[in-house]
């Protein structure tokens, strides 16, 4: 079992960044692909990026794709998502995945394991 646990989220203002972070309490990510997702209130859960177990290969949704940057630090610990230029529509509350899979993965179901989630709010 994976506990995957987010931090980072809070409340912005448009055009500000934020740079969440998730780690696997106690064990390593490298084995796993790991993604992003959000939900914003009364909609459904999108996807948001992911990335190879290397590090090399990166996919990311459509609406926060020159925005978002997701990366992996060296010793495989944590995985991170930059997020720069932010909008109002960004907020929602963002979930950190893993996946055993081979090659990255854009769909929820392909996901093993899931943080909690970590709010954030981008004011207007």
């Known amino acids: 079992q994976v506990q995957l646990v987010e931090s980072g989220g809070g409340l912005v203002q448009a055009g500000g960044s934020l740079r969440l972070s998730c780690g696997a309490s106690?064990?390593?990510?490298?084995?796993?692909?790991m993604g992003w997702f959000r939900q914003a209130p009364g909609k459904a859960r999108e996807f948001v990026a992911t990335?190879?177990?290397?590090?090399?290969?990166?996919l990311y949704g459509a609406s926060v794709k020159g925005r978002f940057t997701i990366s992996r630090d060296n010793a495989q610990i944590t995985v991170f998502l930059q997020m720069n230029s932010l909008k109002p529509e960004d907020t929602a509350i963002y979930y950190c995945a893993a996946s055993r899979a081979f090659i990255v993965r854009v769909t929820e179901a392909d996901y093993d394991y899931w943080g909690q989630g970590t709010q954030v709010t981008v004011s207007s």
């Open positions: 106690g064990r390593t990510i490298g084995t796993y692909v």
């Open positions: 990335i190879s177990r290397n590090g090399i290969s990166t």
